[in-house]
């Protein structure tokens, strides 16, 4: 799998047993990076930075082919593009 972290991330703490990580976008993604090596999170932005690029005319259709049958941005307030800016956002803050 091209982007093998992000779909951990996604699939393994935003999922519909998200409540067992936490209830918020911040404490999924601490349970996420807290169990991971600064080189897996590293990882993890990097594939982010290039899911954006591979699909920047196409990316809330690319979230959805890709993550969609786990997750739904837009249930949690975002476009896919300010889900991935949040999600970068907080791991480079761990």
Known sequence: MKYFNLDQLIGGYFNEDFD???????????????????????????EIDQFKSDHAGNL??????????QFDPALW??????????LKRLLLSE
Do not use: K, Q
């Open 20 to 46: 067992y990580w936490g209830n918020t976008i911040e404490e999924l993604v601490r349970a996420c990076a807290s169990g991971g090596t600064p080189e897996m999170i590293n990882a993890t932005v990097a």
């Open 60 to 69: 809330d259709a690319a979230f959805e082919e890709n993550f969609g049958g």
């Open 77 to 86: 307030g975002h476009t896919a593009e300010s889900f991935l800016d949040e």
